[in-house]
T-cell receptor, first 109, second 118 residues
Framework: LAKTTQPISMDSYEGQEVNITCSHNNIATNDYITWYQQFPSQGPRFIIQGYKTKVTNEVASLFIPADRKSSTLSLPRVSLSDTAVYYCLVAGGYQKVTFGIGTKLQVIP | GAVVSQHPSWVICKSGTSVKIECRSLDFQATTMFWYRQFPKQSLMLMATSNEGSKATYEQGVEKDKFLINHASLTLSTLTVTSAHPEDSSFYIC??????????????FGQGTRLTVV
């Protein structure tokens, strides 16, 4: 299983772009990179998933370099409601899905 | 997207009693479901992997006789906390794996169950 490393916490002002980087040096060929958002007392919610290069959806972008040993979640123009914990998951066959510590993002007015 | 429903959202029980938590995949079939436990300000800790029609696989340190898992159908897995004690109070979350249109797998999570043992 690929182990992930993320910053424990980040602060950002409203309206700014936030980039959270996750390291996964042992990523396997069949692993996908998925980011989840979790609010207190709620289950994690899917944000974005990618395999390589760049993926963009209506809420975020995911940048993955060629070696795939890291990935960066980019949240454009964050608002107070984006305050949450963000988890980077690396999994392929999904026989087992484990979470790292996650990054607690605090958006400041 | 796929939906996973957990029930109940919260439960309070007396010490020594048992509590059952249900996890349902509403619009897809899930041969594999995962159960997690999350303590305040901590990450999700995988407790066990629930496999439809077979025994669950428990993580090291998780008592299988205390946390009974039954995955009797492709859309339902249950976690029963037996003889609950205050230290079992936690947030329990389940997830089910679905395959997306292009073959990528994705884990969908229930809303969680807050268990308080008094």
């Amino acid at each position: 299983l690929a182990k992930t490393t993320q910053p424990i916490s980040m602060d950002s002002y409203e309206g700014q772009e936030v980039n959270i980087t996750c390291s996964h040096n042992n990523i396997a060929t069949n692993d996908y990179i998925t980011w989840y958002q979790q609010f207190p007392s709620q289950g994690p919610r899917f944000i974005i998933q990618g395999y390589k290069t760049k993926v963009t959806n209506e809420v975020a972008s995911l940048f993955i370099p060629a070696d795939r040993k890291s990935s960066t979640l980019s949240l454009p123009r964050v608002s107070l409601s984006d305050t949450a914990v963000y988890y980077c998951l690396v999994a392929g066959g999904y026989q087992k899905v484990t979470f790292g510590i996650g990054t607690k993002l605090q958006v400041i007015p | 997207g796929a939906v996973v429903s957990q029930h109940p959202s919260w439960v309070i029980c007396k010490s020594g009693t048992s509590v059952k938590i249900e996890c349902r995949s509403l619009d897809f079939q899930a041969t594999t479901m995962f159960w997690y436990r999350q303590f305040p300000k901590q990450s999700l800790m995988l407790m066990a992997t629930s496999n439809e029609g077979s025994k669950a696989t428990y993580e090291q340190g998780v008592e299988k006789d205390k946390f009974l898992i039954n995955h009797a159908s492709l859309t339902l897995s249950t976690l029963t906390v037996t003889s609950a004690h205050p230290e079992d109070s936690s947030f329990y979350i389940c997830s089910a794996i679905s395959t997306r249109d292009r073959g990528e797998k994705e884990a969908f999570f229930g809303q969680g169950t807050r268990l308080t043992v008094v």
